[in-house]
Nanobody, 118 residues
Framework: QVQLVESGGGLVQPGGSLRLSCAASGISFSSHVMAWYRQAPGKQRELVAAASSRGATNYADSVKGRFTISRENGKNMVYLQMNNLKPEDTAVYYC????????????WGQGTQVTVSS
């Protein structure tokens, strides 16, 4: 059974930091690109950051320089370090596992709420 379990969300003041974690099980972790997406109320889900098993990363322009994605392949973990948080970062954050090879299945976690407010 595949599971992606996010943790680390919460309420933080503007300018603060949070670290999200995603624990993956039931998949070949190194065969998946791991990513963080977010969805704010009334908006579409959007890519925040992604990381391949080889270390390649990409980020949404809105978070470049503030967020850092990392993964521990030996522990099947992916993280999102979020610094200098802004109210517009408020959203539900989702972990996603996307297979490198075609024809595979994409998996999503249940999401964790991040609220940036004073």
């Amino acid at each position: 059974q595949v599971q992606l379990v996010e943790s680390g969300g919460g309420l933080v003041q503007p300018g603060g930091s949070l670290r999200l974690s995603c624990a993956a099980s039931g998949i070949s972790f190194s065969s998946h690109v791991m990513a963080w997406y977010r969805q704010a109320p009334g908006k579409q889900r959007e890519l925040v950051a992604a990381a391949s098993s080889r270390g390649a990363t990409n980020y949404a322009d809105s978070v470049k320089g503030r967020f850092t994605i990392s993964r521990e392949n030996g522990k099947n973990m992916v993280y999102l370090q979020m610094n200098n948080l802004k109210p517009e970062d408020t959203a539900v954050y989702y972990c996603k596992a996307h297979p490198v090879s075609s024809g595979g299945t994409t998996y999503w976690g249940q999401g964790t709420q991040v609220t940036v407010s004073s």
